[in-house]
């Protein structure tokens, strides 16, 4: 079993910026790819960000240069930096770990960011 503790959302400001944190109860980073996912109200939960065991980064096209997803493995922690907010990226956030069909997936919480002035 591995739980998922997200941490750092918030409401800002438009333009603002926000870090969102995700902590796994155990290291799974060399099996589970990692990834931040949102959901707004009346909408379906779309892909943020990923990493792959290996390192390799994926953006979903709204928030390519804007967001960056990092990964601390000492810390069993990945983050995504959000930049330049916008009020369409008010969602609540949520951490996955991604089994790859080899492994369960799980899910953190979700943490509510709102981007209002």
């Known amino acids: 079993q591995v739980q998922l503790v997200e941490s750092g959302g918030g409401l800002v400001q438009p333009g603002g910026s926000l870090r969102l944190s995700c902590t796994a109860s155990?290291?799974?980073?060399?099996?589970?790819?990692m990834g931040w996912y949102r959901q707004a109200p009346g909408s379906q939960r779309e892909l943020v960000a990923s990493i792959t065991p290996e390192g390799r980064l994926n953006y979903g096209d709204s928030v390519k240069g804007r967001f960056t997803l990092s990964r601390d493995n000492a810390k069993n922690t990945v983050y995504l930096q959000m930049n330049s907010l916008k009020p369409e990226d008010t969602a609540v956030y949520y951490c996955?770990?991604?089994?790859?069909?080899?492994?369960?997936?799980?899910w953190g919480q979700g943490t509510q960011v709102t981007v209002s002035s």
């Open positions: 996955k770990a991604d089994g790859q069909k080899v492994a369960p997936d799980y």
């Open positions: 155990r290291s799974i980073f060399s099996i589970w790819a």
